[in-house]
């Protein structure tokens, strides 16, 4: 099975003709609640692959808490270890222009409070992947990691969102994947070209054994001892970008949960990735196992 320690958020849209000043108040649209958090996309995004998920995480005792535990119940995904605790769900306020800006407060809430104890070996017994990203403290990424690898999984770190990680923390890891930006906070390479970011990913390659560079419209590139390669984009009419980092992992944690090697499981990540471009949304873009064969 996969396990997923990570973050869940209710993300809060607002329509917006133009981003308000400081001081000042403006009329937006009806807003929009939509279940998010990168631990729970990505929960969900393994689930609609496939993956037999559990969730290790923390929503406040609010009705958001409730909503966003029940979804992912609803997508199949085991939520035993999805705990109220009191205080507020972490929630994102995110506010669309009408020339298709976002800006985005988060209040992580509840997510701050997952903490290293409340973590037990017992959790992660029979999880073949873990996967974890960066909206939780990080000693509880770290405790995560080391807990993992006591039950023999292979640990997949979304080093999202973007900050820089000490090569002590990096070498708890079996596979590394960052976009463009997240890569520069790590290394201060900027991978601008599928040339350049085979180059950052080999240089992160001496920490973790498997590194992973996601570059948006131009696929991703991977490195491995012994090997690498590059894996062009899907092409696609996309309408929206949002959620194709997070299919992507669900995808790759599927196919090496099955033991699909490295480049195929990227190449699944890939298609993933793109066809989550092809509706809006995070969670309602993630594909499923059946139609992303048939797409195939
Ligand atoms: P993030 O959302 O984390 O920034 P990316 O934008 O790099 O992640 O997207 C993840 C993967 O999804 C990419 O490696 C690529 O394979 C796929 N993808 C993203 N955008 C597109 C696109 N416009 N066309 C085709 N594939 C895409």
Known sequence: SIVVVGSLNMDLIVRVPRHPVPGETLLGSDYETHPGGKGANQAVAAARMGGKVRMIGRVGQDAFGT??????????INV???LPIHGPTGVAFIAVSDAGQNTIIV???????????????????????????????????????????????TVILN???????????????????VNETEA?????????????????????QQHVPKVIITLGAQGAVWVEAGSSGYQPAFPVESVDSTGAGDAF??????????GQPLAQAVRLGAAAGAMATTVVGAQP?????????RWL
């Open 67 to 76: 909503q966003l535990r029940q979804g992912l119940r609803h997508a199949g």
């Open 80 to 82: 035993h270890a999805i």
């Open 107 to 153: 209040s992580p809430g509840a997510n701050t409070q997952l903490y290293p104890e409340n973590l037990s070996v017992a959790e992660f017994e029979g999880a073949k992947v873990v996967v974890l990203q960066l909206e939780i403290p990080v000693k509880t990424v770290v405790r995560a990691a080391q807990l993992a690898r006591e039950v023999g999984a």
């Open 159 to 177: 080093a999202a969102p973007a900050s820089p990680l000490s090569p002590q923390k990096l070498a708890l890891m079996d596979v590394l994947v």
């Open 184 to 204: 520069e906070a790590l290394t201060n390479q900027k991978p601008d070209s599928p040339e350049a970011a085979l180059e950052v990913a080999h240089s992160l």
């Open 249 to 258: 992992i669900g995808a790759l944690a599927v196919a090496l949960a099955e």
């Open 285 to 293: 873009s993630l594909p499923r196992r059946d139609s992303l064969k």
